[in-house]
């Protein structure tokens, strides 16, 4: 069993940044692809960004490219989300997920929040104008 805990919310101005963290414990970080989703009320949960297991492959939403980047160590079994160059309709709740991939340190990143098994109580990231 993978626990996740994300940490790093809060409330920023439009144009600002903000760290998320999600580290880990009960299971072999490596095997697992990660990936950062969000969710505002009402919507469903949407995919924001994913890395591999080996972090060498990364993938972005459309409307985060240049502005969001995700990144793991595997030395401290975390997930980082930096976002810069925030909109306020960035504002949503945002969970970190876990899904176990074929071998350790692949190269597959997964965009369905379906495909994922773990998941974070969620950080609330507010953007405001």
């Known amino acids: 069993q993978v626990q996740l805990v994300e940490s790093g919310g809060g409330l920023v101005q439009a144009g600002g940044s903000l760290r998320l963290s999600c580290a880990t414990s009960g299971g072999a970080f490596s095997v697992y692809a990660m990936g950062w989703f969000r969710q505002v009320p009402g919507k469903d949960r949407e995919f924001v960004a994913a890395?591999?297991?080996?972090?060498?492959?990364?993938y972005y939403v459309d409307h985060v490219k240049g502005r969001f980047t995700i990144s793991r160590d595997n030395g401290r079994n975390a997930v980082d989300l930096q976002m810069s160059s925030l909109k306020p309709e960035d504002t949503a709740v945002y969970y970190c997920g876990a899904r176990p991939d074929i071998l350790a340190l692949g190269h597959t990143v997964f965009t369905d929040p379906r495909q994922y098994v773990y998941w974070g109580q969620g950080t609330q990231v507010t953007v405001s104008s």
């Open positions: 890395v591999s297991g080996s972090g060498g492959s990364t």
